[in-house]
């Protein structure tokens, strides 16, 4: 983690990966406007198994998908190193990133998401400005034109998802708010942080 950057895989191929560390995975394709709203949940303990349970909802972007993936088992990986006993469903909406911030097991799996992104390497090249290091700890917080230019190049070559007329309007809306989060996300991780 943080040396290179994740590959898309397929949500079978994901599930086949994964599925040796104690998950139960749920694929779902779950349309409508209440549907695309969800992306995944994580489950700590699911039936008889007493499992946690991952599902994700695969109508969405490839790109999208394999984000809920790295979310979910981010929440399972937290849990395990930090022996977590949190034991609610743990939702991940395009419209909940804010609250994220506020809630400890949420910002540590988006932060999993956000160095798998961005990798070191990459995130250095896309967030700071050739020759002058890490930024201050006053710097905006909002991302400047040709950092967000970089940001949708990159998600766009490496991950083949970009915001043209083949993604419905409510989506765009959703992947950019994602974007935008684990962009700003990963840029504090390197300019506070150096991370």
């Known amino acids: 983690m943080n040396d290179e950057s994740v590959t898309l895989v397929s949500p079978t191929e994901f599930t086949r990966r994964w599925s040796g560390l104690g998950v139960q995975f749920q694929l779902a394709k779950l349309g409508g406007a209440e549907g695309i709203a969800l992306l995944g949940f994580y489950v700590r303990e699911m039936g008889r198994s007493r499992l946690p349970l991952i599902c994700v909802n695969t109508a969405h972007h490839p790109a999208a998908i394999g984000a809920a993936f790295s979310h979910e088992m981010g929440h399972h990986l937290v849990g395990r190193l930090f022996d977590s006993r949190k034991d609610h469903a743990q939702l991940l909406t395009y419209t909940a990133y804010r609250e994220h911030l506020d809630d400890p097991e949420e910002l540590a799996a988006d932060v999993l998401v956000s160095l798998g ?62 974007v935008v989060h684990f962009a700003k996300l990963r840029r504090a991780l390197l300019t506070e942080y150096d991370i």
């Open 117 to 178: 992104v961005f990798p070191e390497a990459l995130a250095r090249t896309i967030f700071l400005e050739p020759g002058k290091g890490r930024k201050s700890k006053s710097a905006s917080a909002e991302l400047p034109d040709p950092v967000s230019a970089r940001v949708l190049k990159y998600f766009k070559g490496r991950f083949g998802l970009s915001f043209g007329a083949q993604i419905p309007s409510q989506k765009k809306l959703q992947y950019l708010a994602a």
